[in-house]
């Protein structure tokens, strides 16, 4: 019986025919989604084939040896060349036998690596860079790889496609290929073509050393589609709906190059690709959507071109501004933009920055918790003696997300337990669940929402009280102080351990500074050219201080321990008691989980709406790894935050800072020394110090958190110095930075300090006093704060429609080379595409004498049981009910004993 195929080994021209015994595959497919190959049978009695006994009779196949396997009994011959990849001889009842596992020619692309990173570059012109790339390093027994014929370019789409892309350390070249089509996939405005496309490698028709890759829009090189009608004929048709492999794609960039929130790096992203949109071409059919660069602009295409139509065509063109592109309004710093009612909530207070007295808001410095030698001090958001007590500012949300919960407090959120303010209440009536007293001491919610006892005061412990920007000291009696104003000690009697009020004693309040505006301002980034995004999106922070020379003699003074009460009078006391002696300087909450950590001054958001979780979701620090929570308290990768997630490398922030002294810029300052301070969960305290550049000139301050340092505040400078203060003997640490529980992140001009970081204003007016001696002048220092982010590494997040009801996510992808946060959005929906593969297929079993179809053509297919009267055609025929147009992914032609020979093609639904 006459074979219906002929297989030819090539390096020996021998027909070898009449030895096969079967060939159980035959496949030629559009390689996106399978590999072309072929699985033949060989009868190897006696040897042949194998051992070189029958060398002359039969070839010895060697490894990569070629075959051409051409059907004959096809309405049209239909061949192609494999090489052998791998054999298996084996013994049988019938005598021994070989098979072969082979391969089409364009498998040796997946057996060579091409490492790169290409920034912005045409998909086509990348395309035919890696054929070249392939025909430079290939062997002599390789073929050469064409993509045109000398007429037609067979990388048949736009030229207008242009992307980021990553192949790492070395990705193999088919791949590659297929990533680069991919991208072809996305829609025109994502710098696709729009369309979905197949790739197909076909043999040269008369040079066996050569090969061709063709890539088309699937379906389009079919003019006039058949239809197959499966009634009748001797075919049978199936249809299969394959599960998604997944349809979550999740892909990360370059380290360290994107920023949390995403606004940031979304905003130089969208202006990177602005500046890097094509050239027009003059021979380019241009689709709508489309952007290319005209004579010094940008252009969209609004509706499709011929070539030759140039951007000055208003009909099809329209000019794109960079603000236009990036987004006119777009909120590049969402954390700082109209927030200054929020981050006045920083200071835990509600009463107005102007407030001459002691108890308006005031930022904290990095003396806020001192754990020196003998001298305790933590932070407590408020003195309290029941639930109670606590505002419903300070408070987190019912499931209903409208209405305040008493003891629905933050972990870690400190309350001082103060019996001077009355009876105490449930549930501080009692012990704590390890047997302490609640009177008086330092208390707070745990994990488990049971109220704990951090600390049982001892005399001369003190709690900065947050809400009311006062130092207490738990105390019988302020005597003991060498220099004693009115202290607000109530009726407390002398000998009586209590919490009082130290604010009012010199120096006491040491780690409060009180601002004297906090506002919006205009963004320090440039604004575009007819936007509006910087508008409001900084805030300007001031403390003013009014100089006297009498002030410099007594903060000398009481620096060399005066007996001051003797050589002042009450004015000046009472001046020196003031808040204004702390208020020389510059202070500033970065940031606070939750943010917000209350909701005074009538803002719109709820504590934590911004940072920490919203309603039942509760997430008490910062997490520097950032996988576990989202800024909303959501967990997973399917979130509407997600690309929030991704370890946190430090924070940076855009700043602006000046001083002057009677509203003249204070001459030729510059390498002015700042801190930045953390703290933790636990009380742990790490700094940064770094020195800000010249007055009033923006600067990026990138602060990483492998540069903090751990940090012990000493005792603050007393009015009469003790050995303590002298000494300043070192702390042991042994702590190491927990960058999983941050809570606070501040800043502060640091010139105002002493060298053991304690506040001591007193050296600072040193540079002024020769030149406003005796005249009442006011210092103001104004810092202005724009875009804050934590650096972090950025994350593209896409989800196929389907994810929602079926949730698949794939593992994460690495794409270590680019930082463009847009070019990773588009990576990944390409991506997303790859890994969705088509799950609608039509199978076609059918004799070899009926319809011819290669992989990227299309047909129609007819059959009232398989196809629903309302999936119509994309085009044509669509009177006839019960026909679907689809395209060919693969055809494989088979023959044995068994089944007969018999040719299956698997189709996918026209898109």
Known sequence: MTKPYTLVHLRTNTDITRYVISVDKFLDSDVFYKKNSAQIMLSTKTGRFITQSYSGATPLIKPFDEFKLTWTKSTQNYSRIVFFDTRLPQESVSGNQMQLELFGRERYLEKMQLPGHWFFTSVKDLLKYIISYYNQKRGTSQPELLYTDGTTDYLNFPDYSLGTFDFGDGLDLLTAIKRLVAWLNLPVPAFGAGTLHSIIFEDHPTDNTKIYIKIFEQGSITSNPDTLDSIGREIKLSRTNEIYDSNIKVIRGQEASATMPPNIAEWTSKIEEYDNFPLWKNTISYSAGVHVTWQGAVYKCIIGTIPGTTPASAFNWSVVTKSEYVGVSFVYSPYTKQKASVIQNFTMNRGFPLDVNFGSPAFVDSNLIIRDVSTWQDECIMRIRRLEDIPSQFLYYSSDGNTPVFDKTYEGIKFLIDSTLGTLETPFTGLDKYGKSFKDTVTQRDRDGDWIVIKTPERNDQVAIRSESKVYEYQKTFAAHAFTNSRKAGSFTPDQLAWRDASETPRSNHCFHYPTSIQNVNGLVKPLPGGTQHSQSAIKITYEFNSLDTWVTLFRDIFNGVDLPSIVDSAIKNLLWSKDFYNLGWWATLFEVPNPPATYYSISEKVGTLFGGDINSKVPTLDANNLNYTPTGKTGYDEADSNYLGKLYGIKFRFNFDITIGGGRRFAKGDIPFRCTIYDIEGNVWIYDFTYRI?????????????????????????????????????????????????????????????????????????????????????????????????????????????????????????????????????????????????????????????????????????????????????????????????????????????????????????
């Not at 505040?713 to 009015?719: D, F, G, K, S, Y």
């Not at 203060?725 to 960058?739: A, D, G, K, Q, Y």
């Not at 809570?743 to 105002?752: A, G």
């Not at 204003?761 to 030149?771: D, H, I, K, M, V």
């Open 695 to 911: 007055l009033g000139d923006s600067q990026d301050i990138p602060l990483l958190f492998s540069g903090f340092k751990i940090y012990r505040a000493r005792a603050p400078i007393a009015l009469i110095p003790t050995l303590e203060n002298i000494t300043t003997p070192e702390l042991l640490s042994l702590e190491v930075f927990e960058r999983r529980k941050i809570k606070r992140i501040t800043l502060q001009m640091q010139e105002v300090y002493d060298n053991d970081g304690r506040f001591d204003p007193t050296g600072y007016f040193e540079w002024w006093e020769n030149f406003y001696t005796g005249v009442g002048a006011t210092t103001a220092h104004t810092g202005i704060i724009d875009a804050f982010s934590f650096i972090k590494s950025p994350i593209a997040i896409q989800k196929g429609t389907e994810s929602a009801t079926h949730h698949l996510m794939s593992p994460i992808s690495e794409y270590p080379s680019v930082s463009n946060v847009e070019q990773l959005k588009k990576i990944a929906q390409a991506d997303l595409d790859l890994s969705l593969h088509p799950n609608d297929v039509f199978s076609i079993t059918e004799p070899l004498k009926s319809i011819d179809k290669k992989p990227g053509e299309s047909f129609y297919i007819k059959n009232k049981y398989l196809v629903d009267t309302s999936e119509k055609p994309d085009s044509g025929n669509t009177t006839i009910p019960n026909t679907r147009e689809v395209v060919v992914i693969s055809v494989n032609y088979t023959d044995n004993k068994d089944e007969g020979s018999r040719k299956q093609m698997e189709t996918i639904k026209r898109i």
